[in-house]
């Protein structure tokens, strides 16, 4: 799979599916998540909705990560997961590494060639920018799946800068 860095506006991304960092309620929130429900308008909260009202009346878990429509997104589907909260005392990065592998195999089932990507938990949960890029380019590097581009949209250039250090460095 190729990785790719940009910086810009994820709801603007030209891909087969936008990974949008959620919250377990599904019914939008504060950035990512609520700019992919206003730009996506009422047939992506319509989605989950449903899967509130069906397999998911608890919630989507932490790590998981499930697909509804883009509805006006430049996209043919979402894929929304829930990132863990950044705790100091607690090391949940299995979890954060989880959520890209999760958007990854729901890719695959849809067929979707091209993903976009949050950088996620790295706004309203806390966790630390750069270990969020790295934990990021862990999971995606190390992924078994049929996407062939993945791309990780970082909110501005200076993130983008970060990221593409990250990404140099050795592992």
Known sequence: MQIELVAGDITERHVDAIVNAANSGLLGGAGVDGAIHRVGGPEVLAACRELRAGPLRDGLPTGQAVATTAGRLPAR?????VGPVYAADSDRSALLRS?????????????????????ISAGVYGWPVQDAIRQALTALRAADTWVATARLVLFDDSRLELAQQVLNQPR
């Not at 589907?77 to 997961?81: A, L, P, Q, R, Y």
């Not at 959520?99 to 949050?118: E, H, I, N, Q």
């Open 99 to 119: 959520c890209y592998v999760a958007s990854l195999r729901v890719a695959d089932v849809l067929g979707a060639a091209t993903v976009a990507f949050p950088l």
């Open 77 to 81: 589907w979402v894929i929304h997961t």
